[in-house]
Each structure stands twice: as C-alpha cells, then as structure tokens.
C-alpha cells in the first residue's frame, strides 16, 4: 500500500526529484520540449530525448542534436539514456546510434517498441517489459530503474510507462504523458 501511495504522489508530481541524502542532485537541466539531463555525482541520465522533433510546432534545435550525437558537453559522459514511452516520434535511431558510437559507457534504456528500432549497438540495450501486475527493475551502470506498466485506455494512443530511478541514494520518478484518464479510472490504484 505504501509503495502504491508513493506511485502515485510521483505522477501528480509528473517529475519530481527526492534526496534521501544529504548530497544534493549536483545538476537538472530542462534541455527542450520534454528533454532532461539529470546529473549527480559522476553520473548522467538524458530522458525523454534523442528525437528531432514532430512536426514545425515540435522541433529541437539542431545545435542541440548536434551535441547529442557527438556526445559533446554537457551531453558527454552519459552513462543512461531513458526513453519512456514507445512512439516513435520520440526517438531517432539515427541520434541515438550516433551518441552510442560517440559515447562508449552509454546505455539506452526504453520500451521494446523503441529498442526493437535499433540495430548496431544490442548489447547496450535493456529492454523494459513491465505488465499491470509485475513492474520490472534492473540496475544499469550502477542505476536502478523501476519500471510500472499503466494500460492503455480506448482514447489513448499507447501504453503508459512510469520510471523510477534510484541513484547515489536518490530518487526520480518520469512518466510517459502521465493523462488524467490514469487516474479517473483508477488505474494507479491497482
């Protein structure tokens, strides 16, 4: 009951970031649209990201997919990259391939939908797979991830995904468009 209650306070919150400790999260950079860059101590996780954009209303400045690509700063050094929900107009395989050459220690992280698109780096792809009754956690490059599954309603184009990342004695939770529909059909408390 107590982690059911915790699940949902973090999706009210959409993202909401914890310390358990006395060390502060060192860094978290809203980068554009839905992108951020997490980091704290050594280590960095970029989420929601790696896409060009959708549509003339929805796009990311190239300098910034630039960046990203050539795993330049502040993108170098990422050790995760967390994308939460299968559409694929929030991933660019060619983005994402591109960062994994350029960045030997990431990792990309996401549905199967979205793993499934990519080719030249499988052995550092983690597939989540979580269903309503068994969330699903594995630890990546010393960061833990629990992953919750929300299933799709008539109106909702896909699946939700809830992450909770735990990290030096942190806790962050991101959600796939959290929609109200979520909660009015009581799908958090179950």
């Known amino acids: 009951m107590k982690k059911k209650a915790i699940i949902i306070f973090l999706m009210l919150c ?18 554009d ?13 970029f989420i929601d990201a790696a896409f ?7 796009k990311f400045k190239h300098e910034v997919q630039e960046k ?32 994994l050459q350029n960045n030997l220690k990431a990792i990309f ?10 080719n030249n780096f499988p052995d550092r792809y983690v597939i989540f ?15 833990t991830i629990e992953a919750f599954y929300f299933p799709k309603s008539t109106e909702a184009q896909f699946s939700k995904y809830g992450f909770v990342v735990l990290l030096d004695g942190k806790t962050l939770f991101q959600t796939s468009h959290f929609e109200k529909e979520i909660y009015d059909k009581g799908i958090a408390d179950k």
């Not at 970031?17 to 978290?28: A, D, E, G, L, P």
């Not at 060009?52 to 929805?58: E, T």
């Not at 992280?109 to 990519?118: I, K």
Request: proline share 4%; with cysteine.
């Open 14 to 31: 959409c993202v909401t970031v914890t310390s358990y400790s006395q060390q502060k999260i060192s860094n978290v950079t809203y980068v």
């Open 33 to 45: 649209k839905t992108w951020f860059l997490i980091k704290t101590g050594d280590k960095k996780i």
């Open 52 to 58: 060009k954009g959708i549509d003339d209303n929805y």
């Open 68 to 99: 990203f690509t050539k795993a330049q700063a502040p993108f170098d050094g990422i050790d995760l990259i967390l994308v939460t929900h299968p559409l694929g107009g929030h991933i660019s395989t060619s983005m994402v391939e591109q960062h």
């Open 109 to 118: 992280a996401s549905t199967e939908e979205n793993v499934n698109m990519l």
């Open 129 to 143: 797979n979580p269903t309503k009754d068994n969330p699903v956690s594995k630890v990546i490059n010393d960061i």
